[in-house]
C-alpha cells in the first residue's frame, strides 16, 4: 500500500499550487483522506480532510477559505487545491488514508501516510 504525494514547489506568496496523492495498492474510497503539514521544528499539524463520498470536508482555521481539498474515488487520488499562499504554510505536506470513512482531524485516526512534498512560500 503506497500514498505517493507531488504538486509541492517554490512559489511567492499570494501564489497557488495544486497537491496530488495517489494511492496503489488497495483502493480508498471507502476511507476517509486528510492532508497535514509539518513546518521545520514544529510538530505535524492538521490541514484538510474529507470524508468517503466526498460530502463532508474539514479544514484547519489557518487554511480555511484559502485551500479546498477534493477526491476522485474513480481514480484513487486526493487533491489539495491551496491558493493565497502564505509564507507561514510552507512545510513538508503529508496525505493520510484514516481507518474510517469519516473526516477525520486527528493524526492518530489515519494508518496510511504518504512520503510528503514539500512546499515552499516565499515572501
Known amino acids: 500500500v503506497q500514498l505517493q504525494a507531488s504538486g509541492g514547489g517554490l512559489v511567492q506568496a499570494g501564489g497557488s499550487l495544486r497537491l496530488s496523492c495517489a494511492a496503489s495498492?488497495?483502493?480508498?474510497?471507502?476511507?476517509?483522506m486528510g492532508w497535514f503539514r509539518q513546518a521545520p521544528g514544529k510538530e505535524r499539524e492538521f490541514v484538510a480532510a474529507?470524508?468517503?463520498?466526498?460530502?463532508?470536508?474539514h479544514y484547519a482555521d489557518s487554511v480555511k477559505g484559502r485551500f479546498i481539498i477534493s477526491r476522485d474515488n474513480a481514480k484513487n487520488t486526493v487533491s489539495l487545491q491551496m491558493d493565497s499562499l502564505k509564507p507561514e504554510d510552507t512545510a513538508i505536506y503529508y496525505c493520510?488514508?484514516?481507518?474510517?470513512?469519516?473526516?477525520?482531524?486527528?493524526?492518530?485516526?489515519?494508518?496510511?501516510w504518504g512520503q510528503g512534498t514539500l512546499v515552499t512560500v516565499s515572501s
Open positions: 495498492g488497495r483502493t480508498f474510497s471507502n476511507n476517509g
Open positions: 493520510a488514508a484514516a481507518l474510517r470513512a469519516s473526516a477525520a482531524t486527528y493524526a492518530g485516526e489515519y494508518k496510511y
Open positions: 474529507i470524508n468517503w463520498r466526498g460530502g463532508s470536508k
